[in-house]
Antibody, heavy 126, light 110 residues
Framework: QVRLVQSGPEVKKPGASVKVSCKAFGYNFESYGVSWVRQVPGQGLEWLGW????????EYSQKVQGRATMTTDTSTSTAYMELRSLRSDDTAVYFC???????????????????WGQGTLVTVSS | QPVLSQPPSVSGTPGQRVTISCSGSSSNIGRNTVSWYQQVPGAAPKLLIDNDKQRPSGVPDRFSGSKSGTSASLAISGLRSEDEADYYCAVCDDYLNGVVFGGGTKLTVL
């Protein structure tokens, strides 16, 4: 069964860092990427970035570029996302998701996230 | 303000058909394929549609996706109480070099 299991909730002070893990089960980790998406309570979804399970290449959203670092450990099929210089508006549930991304015949992006991890609540509070 | 525009809410009665729209631009929906996600409160999102209109294994055929120009739609027919959830569209944006989500639509089954 393909599934992603994330680490537990975190409480951090402003200015600190947090590292969330996402362990993959039931598929070849190196054949897919992992995207990270967050959701502020009561609000919508926001894509943060992607990491290749094959070679560790990354893409980051403009909003977290420079503050986020995504890594993988292929020996344990685990992806990590570290976010630094935390602010109160970083308080959110952070999801990882298996990311399939390829290019169609017209060089258009075909992409989807399936499945998702259960989510990790990160609370930033003084 | 999300890059993709969705209606904040839609509603319907059991058995009805509802549609949820997702409006974008030439750099996202007009160029790349759309995926749709269902999120029940308190749970992680679930992929419903990818590649504009393809249903992953296990997704009922009551759910269908379509796209025209810079807009996409999710249709749910034979509405059921368990369809009550938030629905999000998503697509790659070539200008922003990343993935963008719609603001989400809350479906209420009356």
């Amino acid at each position: 069964q393909v599934r992603l299991v994330q680490s537990g909730p975190e409480v951090k002070k402003p200015g600190a860092s947090v590292k969330v893990s996402c362990k993959a089960f039931g598929y070849n980790f190196e054949s897919y990427g992992v995207s990270w998406v967050r959701q502020v309570p009561g609000q919508g979804l926001e894509w943060l970035g992607w990491i290749s399970g094959y070679n560790g290449n990354t893409e980051y959203s403009q909003k977290v570029q420079g503050r986020a670092t995504m890594t993988t450990d292929t020996s344990t099929s685990t992806a990590y996302m570290e976010l630094r210089s935390l602010r109160s508006d970083d308080t959110a549930v952070y999801f990882c998701a298996r990311d399939f991304h390829y290019y169609g015949l017209r060089s258009n992006s075909v992409r989807g996230f399936d499945p998702w991890g259960q989510g990790t609540l990160v609370t930033v509070s003084s | 303000q999300p890059v993709l525009s969705q209606p904040p809410s839609v509603s319907g009665t059991p058995g009805q058909r509802v549609t949820i729209s997702c409006s974008g631009s030439s750099s996202n929906i007009g160029r790349n394929t759309v995926s749709w996600y269902q999120q029940v409160p308190g749970a992680a999102p679930k992929l419903l549609i990818d590649n504009d209109k393809q249903r992953p294994s296990g997704v009922p055929d009551r759910f269908s996706g379509s796209k025209s120009g810079t807009s996409a739609s999710l249709a749910i027919s034979g509405l059921r109480s368990e369809d009550e959830a938030d629905y999000y569209c998503a697509v790659c944006d070539d200008y922003l070099n990343g993935v963008v989500f719609g603001g989400g639509t809350k479906l209420t089954v009356l």
